[in-house]
Nanobody, 120 residues
Framework: VQLQASGGGSVQTGGSLRLSCAAS????????MNWYRQAPGKRRELVAAITSVTNTNYTDAVKGRFTISRDNAKNTVFLQMDSLKPDDTAVYYC???????????????WGQGTQVTVSS
């Protein structure tokens, strides 16, 4: 399984970026897909999630500014980030998770991370 994240970069406050995460070696449609971020000196935190049936959830800090989506035909998950703030500066990681049946084993995979820097 490989998760290849891209789309990071440097923007000014109020700008936008669109992150992509292309998956391979897995049945993409079966997985819940998540975006995490980790700022220097801070814990990795869940930013946005989209389930295999496209239910979405966001951390409060990004609600109304970020949108997660997926394209199962392209095995790709996206994170549209608008109205970016300096506090959004972090390395962003994509994550794939599913629970197998009937063993109920949790499978989780991580991408390599992409840097997002927002300057004031």
């Amino acid at each position: 399984v490989q998760l290849q994240a891209s789309g990071g970069g440097s923007v000014q406050t109020g700008g936008s970026l669109r992150l992509s995460c292309a998956a391979s070696g897995m049945i993409f449609s079966l997985y819940d897909m998540n975006w995490y971020r980790q700022a220097p000196g801070k814990r990795r935190e869940l930013v946005a999630a989209i389930t295999s049936v496209t239910n979405t959830n966001y951390t409060d800090a990004v609600k109304g500014r970020f949108t997660i989506s997926r394209d199962n035909a392209k095995n790709t998950v996206f994170l549209q980030m608008d109205s970016l703030k300096p506090d959004d500066t972090a390395v962003y990681y994509c994550n794939a998770e599913r629970m197998t049946v009937p063993t109920m084993t949790r499978l989780t995979y991580w991408g390599q991370g992409t840097q997002v820097t927002v300057s004031s």
